[in-house]
């Protein structure tokens, strides 16, 4: 069974930083493009970030230079760094692993990102 586990989401001023951590248990984690999606209050989800098996990257143009996502395939842990929050970043984040085979998607729980004065 897959399980995503998200932390690092908490309370940050505007200009701030802040690291999530996605952990991935089970065998999915080596066969999985892993993406980071969040959802505001009364907004559709959206795709954040992902990165691929070989580590290639790719960002939304809202936080392009702002955020860098990584994964550490010892740990079965992806990373999404953000620096330079704004108060338009506010909003659970959600992991989220793809079969590169199946195309079968796994969800971690989200993690909260408030991004306020």
């Known amino acids: 069974q897959v399980q995503l586990v998200e932390s690092g989401g908490g309370l940050v001023q505007p200009g701030g930083s802040l690291r999530l951590s996605c952990a991935a248990s089970?065998?999915?984690?080596?066969?999985?493009?892993m993406h980071w999606y969040r959802q505001a209050p009364g907004k559709q989800r959206e795709l954040v970030a992902h990165?691929?098996?070989?580590?290639?990257?790719g960002y939304a143009d809202s936080v392009k230079g702002r955020f860098t996502i990584s994964r550490d395939n010892a740990r079965n842990t992806v990373y999404l760094q953000m620096n330079s929050l704004k108060p338009e970043d506010t909003a659970v984040y959600y992991c989220?692993?793809?079969?590169?085979?199946?195309?079968?998607?796994?969800w971690g729980q989200g993690t909260q990102v408030t991004v306020s004065s």
């Open positions: 089970g065998s999915i984690f080596s066969i999985a493009t």
């Open positions: 990165i691929t098996t070989s580590s290639s990257t």
């Open positions: 989220n692993a793809r079969h590169i085979y199946t195309g079968n998607d796994y």
